[in-house]
């Protein structure tokens, strides 16, 4: 064999890994991008899309919310609810949420609202992940709102 001829061959064997990695890298891209665009990605790992509005925020940020016409959204059980409750907010246990998901406005903010701020997060998680893109929790949760002083009613 020519030394010509083994320059060659030896330039084909070194790209020849080159154009496997390139091939291989592409056809990852490629396989990303269908799942993506399927929409085959489980609940827990499908990207949330937020809003303008921050994932949560404090009780005096709620209130200043609600008076501005937001969707006040409690997610916490009906004996809760019972005890104390804002006014006009819409009670629909987090339980029951992803089933009720046609009760919520899709066209006003929302504010959702638990007990101290935990299932507040997991409902406003639920929307967000419903394709709510308006939604966030309050910190702190009825126990923060009662103890800054805003107003409460209590009964169904």
């Not at 154009?19 to 291989?24: D, I, N």
Request: cysteine-free; aromatic content about 4%.
């Amino acid at each position: 064999m020519s030394s010509k001829s083994r320059a060659k061959s030896s330039a084909k064997s070194s790209a020849l890994p080159v154009r496997w990695l390139l091939t291989g890298a592409a056809a990852v891209v490629l396989v990303a991008v269908l799942v993506l665009a399927s929409g085959s990605l489980s609940p827990q790992s499908a990207p949330v899309t937020q809003g303008t509005l921050p994932l949560e925020i404090p009780v005096s940020q709620a209130a200043t919310m609600r008076d501005q016409g937001a969707f006040i959204l409690d997610v916490r059980q009906p004996d809760e609810w019972d005890a104390v409750h804002i006014e006009n907010a819409t009670l629909i246990p987090l339980g029951e949420l992803s089933s009720r998901l046609s009760e919520v406005p899709r066209d006003r903010d929302i504010v959702v609202v638990g007990r101290s701020g935990n299932r507040s997060q997991s409902g406003r998680d639920v929307l967000l992940q419903a394709g709510f893109t308006q939604v966030t929790s309050m910190a702190g949760g009825m126990n923060d709102w009662a103890a800054s002083g805003y107003a409460t009613v209590s009964g169904p």
